[in-house]
């Protein structure tokens, strides 16, 4: 638990008390009253009825639309399967902005809807729930699929034969295991749209604006940083309380589970009725994330000239012109992949620490960090950020100028993906094996080794496959930290769309198809990795 601790002390805590501080200490002492002053504000009351009400419908229909394709990635087995897996997850790591100027140009003046059919649906709310889908999708698939393809298919086979019909045995067998996973992953949906930054500004118009966006607004835009420090502490609240009430619903059903080898619990869509469910979830597919990931395409190829790799080419020399990069953007593609890389380590480290300590310690502090380790997705990213460049400038803390900087910030972001993966898994697991192993000797090293490493496996690689793409995409706080010759993809995307120009805008697209394929590349690579069958086959 120590690791996790201090981590989470250095790196989160302080720089966003620091913050805090800066925006309502002064040399009279803390403006508490200040408090009071925004929160009687109008304008300030809708941004939160709006910031919550968008948040709670985005994962209802998140769930909606993804458990469906949960259960098919977890049971059934077909051609394509992991390069899908693969597909469904990119957009989670494409930056905001990317995702909103891809969702303008389909929803918006001249996009595909107003072509086909004069339609738009910029600057409504429905678009910003769309691209919300569009982003978490992923979230909920391998959260809850990943646990479902473990579970064991006979323990509801069994319910069937002594009476209980289909939905009736899902019910009352699959779905309570299920509900520790669902819970972790409608969490984390919640708490990125209750968060949710570039898609809101660049799809929600001056109409719509959440807490994210008004906090930027108030730094960047008014200089009002005591209303932005106030807004940050609403939304620290507003998460804490929600991950206090999820860690106190959900330990309460959760329970050890007999977990299998995923190879063993898919099989071939047999009957009419898995036919249509996987025909309906390639269609949501296709519909839903393949044709936004198509227009970046498209626009990436479409030059001055017609289509071609004019933009690509352009990224080879663009840091030679001055003024937007001191390097070629394309050295972005390998300082992103150094960076996730180690973020990844970074977080798989501390979260499985974190994961492993939850586990096997029980009361009121260990629930309490339980509900602190998912705060980094609940607080301002702009906040996080000018925390960093604050407070980490001093011995013997002094790391402004070092690389390691940015990986510290995407960790931060993956952990808490790494922890909810890994511990509805864990707590599934039924703890006398671990007294079994000590009985008979073993260290808990060496338990951990052979009782829990063969079981959370599967559980390891989902969690790094989130935290190394969460890493890829991560915006809000790197674009403050990243140095101006050591971009990393998204920072350098979004330098080039706020730029005018063609050229700007072709070569933000071409570097965002860049980001999304060496995206599906790594992830297919993850897929391919299988755990040792002769081992986690026994349990």
Known sequence: MTVPVVFFALFFAWPVVAIVGR????????????VGEVLGEPDILDVLWFTTWQALASTALTLLLALPAAYVFARLDFPGKQLLRAVVTVPFVLPTVVVGTAFLAMLGRGGLLDELWGVRLDTTVWAILLAHVFFNYAVVVRTVGGLWSQLDPRQEEAARVLGAGRFGAWRRVTLPALAPAVAAAALMVFLFTFTSFGVVQILGGPGYSTLEVEIYRQTAQFLDLPTAAVLTLVQFAAVGAILAVHAWTVRRRESALKLVDPAQTARRPGGPGQWALLGGVLLTVVVLILVPLGVLIERSLDGPDGYGFGYYRALQSAGESGGTFLVPPLEAVWNSLQYAVVATAIALLVGALAAAAL??????????????LMLPLGVSAVTVGFGFLITLNQPPLDLRTSWILVPLAQALVGVPFVVRTMLPVLRAVDGRLREAAAVL??????????VDLPLVR???LVAAGFAFAVSLGEFGATVFIARPDNPTLPVAVARLLGRAGDLNYGQAMALSTILMVVCAVSLLVLERVRPDRSVSGEF
């Open 23 to 34: 925006g309502l200490k002064t040399a009279d002492g803390w403006q508490w009253g200040r």
């Open 359 to 372: 586990t096997r310690r029980a009361g009121r502090l260990v629930r309490g960090f339980d509900a602190l």
């Open 441 to 450: 000797g073993a260290s808990p090293l060496r338990a951990w080794r052979e």
């Open 458 to 460: 599967r559980a390891l």
